[in-house]
């Protein structure tokens, strides 16, 4: 089944533990995003990755690192994550970026930080 | 700056029809998607129009009209399990320069009365 699978689903945390959130395709889509998910703020692009070692900044990236050494992984870093940084986060794949690039959600992790 | 405007909430009844409003002002246009969202879930692709005119699927249709930057989404034959949240995104320029870009409305809440 063709999927985007992000873990954990649900986190707590406190304040400046570091943490991942893990982010996997199965479609061999080569662009990967991040949202997070605020009410009355919408969803907010955190980092994006065209391809393999192509990443870059979205509107809010301040506070989050991403990698991209597979195509199939696109995991999320907090490194010192704060209470600002709870929210819901969703990652995204699509098969490219151009027209019509339909772009497939993972279930969303809902963190919590302390 | 590039924004998308949409109605907040929304209410209706089972078996009607509902129409859903999208504006926008993006530098460039490559498409416009609407997405549905049950509450905290993820979004999942609902249709997309990138030529003036209406797209039908099934109960849903979306209407797009580029040279007023207008869009709106048609849900007929309204069911309970309809009301979500529904997301306008526009597809437009990064910067100036080729690079693409996905602008998010905030999305507009639908309830779907008995």
């Known amino acids: 089944e063709a999927q985007v699978t992000q873990n954990p689903r649900y986190l707590i945390t406190v304040t400046g533990k570091k943490l991942t959130v893990t982010c996997s395709q199965n479609?061999?889509?080569?662009?990967m995003s991040w949202y997070r998910q605020d009410p009355g703020l919408g969803l907010r692009q955190i980092y994006y990755s065209m391809n393999v070692e192509v990443t870059d900044k979205g509107d809010v990236p301040e506070g989050y690192k991403v990698s991209r050494k597979e195509k199939r992984n696109f995991p999320l870093i907090l490194e010192s994550p704060s209470p600002n940084q709870t929210s819901l986060y969703f990652c995204a794949s699509s098969l490219g970026f151009s027209f019509k690039n339909i772009q497939y959600f993972g279930a969303g992790t809902r963190l919590s930080v302390l | 700056g590039q924004n998308i405007d949409q109605p907040t909430e929304m209410t209706a009844t089972e078996g009607a029809i509902v129409q859903i409003n999208c504006t926008y002002q993006t530098s460039g246009f490559n498409g416009l998607f609407w997405y549905q969202q049950h509450a905290g879930e993820a979004p999942t692709f609902l249709s997309y129009?990138?030529l003036d005119g209406l797209e039908e699927k099934g109960r849903f249709s979306s209407f797009l009209s580029r040279s007023k930057g207008y869009s709106y989404l048609l849900l007929k034959e309204l069911q309970m399990k309809d009301s979500a949240s529904y997301l306008c995104a526009v597809c437009g320029l990064l910067n100036a320069g080729n690079n693409r870009k996905l602008i998010w409305g905030l999305g507009t809440s639908l309830a779907v009365n008995p």
């Open positions: 129009n990138v």
């Open positions: 479609m061999n889509h080569e662009y």
